[in-house]
């Protein structure tokens, strides 16, 4: 099992342009997140998705759309990047939805995301 | 979702035991302590999770008192591999599925 995979690893936009970041997990978990962590700090929740079809903000959401494709994918997208938007983006899965910290979410390696 | 408080950062050396303590003054009592590990570069691992006493795995010990107010890590005869930043999270289902980091502690091994 690949576990969590994040496609890019690395990216690089102008202020303005717009980008899709994609995830997709293996574990047939019904729960995905998008996080974002700037340097030094700790993870913000942007997204999450409870189960396939729904999808809810988290902390910061503001600048953002997400997709719940289908059980595997959750996609992350930025309409008109900001240098705000300067981060490291992690997606996760857990298998149950509702459980807040009691469920242990897996995360994949994360995409570095550069706005000039 | 509980706040926590953690030190910032610890330094120790090749085989020590490192212990991390987590404050959670208002713990509620549906409430689960957790502890994830981030090494650079790459997303937070699960460690360990426990609700009360003592939890221990292959990895790492979580020791919870009584009053369930703090709870601390315990990491055995820890590597250079171990260097990474620990996080401990409290809550539990009544928070949904969002998941708090706070600034972690940055956990330095020495040789």
């Known amino acids: 099992n690949a576990g969590v995979t994040q496609t890019p690893k690395f990216q690089v936009l102008k202020t303005g342009q717009s980008m899709t970041l994609q995830c997709a997990q293996d574990m047939n978990h019904n729960s995905m997140y998008w996080y974002r962590q700037d340097p030094g700090m700790g993870l913000r929740l942007i997204y999450y998705?409870?189960?396939?079809?729904?999808?809810d903000k988290g902390e910061v959401p503001n600048g953002y759309n997400v997709s719940r494709l289908n059980k595997r994918e959750f996609s992350l997208r930025l309409e008109s990047a900001a240098p705000s938007q300067t981060s490291v983006y992690f997606c996760a899965s857990s298998e149950h939805p509702g459980r807040g910290v009691a469920d242990t979410q897996y995360f994949g390696p994360g995409t570095r995301l550069t706005v000039l | 979702l509980a706040k926590t408080t953690q030190p910032i950062s610890m330094d120790s050396y090749e085989g020590q035991e490192v212990n991390i303590t987590c404050s959670h003054n208002?713990?509620?009592?549906?409430?689960?302590i957790t502890w994830y590990q981030q090494f650079p570069s790459q997303g937070p691992r699960f460690i360990i999770q426990g609700y009360k006493t003592k939890v221990t795995n292959e990895v790492a010990s979580l020791f919870i008192p009584a009053d369930r107010k703090s709870s601390t890590l315990s990491l055995p005869r820890v590597s250079l591999s171990d260097t990474a930043v620990y996080y401990c999270l409290v809550g539990g289902v009544a928070a949904g599925n969002k998941l708090t980091f706070g600034g972690g502690t940055r956990v330095l091994v020495k040789p």
């Open positions: 208002n713990i509620a009592t549906n409430d689960y």
């Open positions: 998705s409870a189960s396939e079809g729904t999808t």
